[in-house]
């Protein structure tokens, strides 16, 4: 009888090896508050490889998002247009502003938002329109800002997901106006935990994201020789992470390159290995566009159904191999029932959610783990 001695976590936060010595620098500097040398460095990093007019690092994606909706003015009454495949702060944060959320259907090959949807979901009170590039796959992104000139909307995309991918040669979270990512532990890049960035795009935005991050003070113009007094000139809350928490992340930016190279590897794998298969297994692959680079955020394949789903995961979890679904479609929530509305026909949203499986995929994974993976992943296939 085999001994079964491995057990495969979904996810493990990525370390690279740098992380606790610049948080013991940060800690020796004396300085451990928000806008620090780590934190400047780490700013400066997505300036010069991303092509953003200006980042700021912020404790979470979802405080990215909140500073976005505070930013481009939504108030209530305002319809602001989300896929209801998505995370809640994809919501969440223009519902706290009081805008009603407009969910508009999926496309089954990505699981991105269907641009083919969002024009009809169009109304006079609609401000915004939010993409999210699930699993770092961009959205249709020509048609969507080509829709926001046309109708004057903002485009915020919630790129949580997208760090070091592209549409078209751009990286996401710097085509729309406003960008975001997460670093949260199940990220690609984690600033230790939790921690997100906001990308400002579009000049007009600039000085007022630092006032609102700044507790709605000019403190930034102030450190910076431009007024001579700092005071509050704006609404605003704090919203700047920790030195301890750009610390780790500046590690994580300095090997951005490696940590990519390492999950497409790993990507790859997967996909070769269950390319083979599909057809005899039934499973549906991800589809990753020409115009797309991604960042291999996930792996993860779809069944026939939720039956067939559910007993995969169980099955693999025997194995100790943690495999997990994702999102609850929003409108079906108890909050999305109340603040939001489907537009049209949900053809996709449901029936695809109810299919996918994401499997295991980290940086730190090891050959043993990943051949493992793929013993047991064909075992229970089959
Ligand atoms: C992870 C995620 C968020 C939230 O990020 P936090 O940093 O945890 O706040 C928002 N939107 C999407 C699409 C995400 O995947």
């Known amino acids: 009888m085999k001994i079964q001695n491995h057990n495969i976590p979904f996810n493990k936060p990525s370390v690279t090896g740098n992380e606790v010595v610049y948080i013991k620098n940060a800690i020796n500097e004396n300085k451990l508050s928000g806008d620090g040398p780590y934190a400047k460095k780490c700013e400066a990093w997505f300036e010069e490889h991303t092509g953003t007019l200006k980042a700021l690092l912020t404790p979470s994606c979802t405080h990215a998002l909140e500073l976005a909706a505070i930013l481009i003015d939504i108030k209530p009454g305002d319809e602001v247009i989300v896929p ?99 670093f949260h532990e199940t990220k690609n890049y984690t600033s230790g935990g939790e921690g997100g960035v906001l990308l400002i795009n579009d000049e007009q935005y600039k000085a007022r994201a630092e006032v609102l991050r700044e507790k709605g003070t000019n403190r930034s113009q102030f450190f910076r020789g431009m007024v001579d007094k700092y005071t509050w000139v704006d609404i605003g809350s704090s919203m700047l992470p920790s030195e301890i928490q750009a610390a780790y992340l ?47 955020h996930m792996f993860y394949i779809k069944f026939d159904s939720m039956t067939q789903r559910q007993n995969f995961i169980q099955n693999m979890k025997q194995e100790n191999v943690m495999c997990v679904f994702h999102y609850i479609p929003l409108h079906s929530s108890p909050a999305g029932k109340n603040l939001g509305e489907f537009h049209g026909i949900d053809n996709s949203t449901t029936i695809e959610s109810e299919k996918l499986v994401r499997l295991p995929i980290y940086y730190n994974m090891s050959d043993e783990e990943l051949a493992t993976i793929l013993r047991v992943l064909l075992k229970v296939l089959v």
């Open 84 to 182: 209801s495949y998505t995370f809640v702060s994809t919501a969440n944060a223009f519902v706290l502003r009081g805008a009603k959320i407009v969910f508009v259907d999926i496309r089954p090959d990505t699981m991105n938002i269907d641009e083919t949807k969002i024009e009809g979901a169009i109304t006079d009170k609609t401000k915004a329109i939010v993409p999210v590039h699930y699993a770092g796959v961009a959205c249709e992104m020509d048609v969507i800002m080509e829709l926001a000139t046309k109708y004057n909307l903002v485009v915020v995309e919630d790129a949580a997901q997208g760090m070091m991918a592209t549409y078209k040669g751009k990286a996401l979270g710097t085509i729309g106006h406003i960008g975001t990512y997460s």
């Open 250 to 296: 500046y590690a994580q930016l300095e090997q951005a390159e490696k940590i990519n190279e390492k999950r497409l590897s790993i990507w790859n794998l997967y996909f070769q290995n269950l390319n083979e298969i599909s057809d005899t297994f039934k499973i549906v692959l991800p589809t990753i566009p020409k115009e797309c680079k991604h960042n291999a």
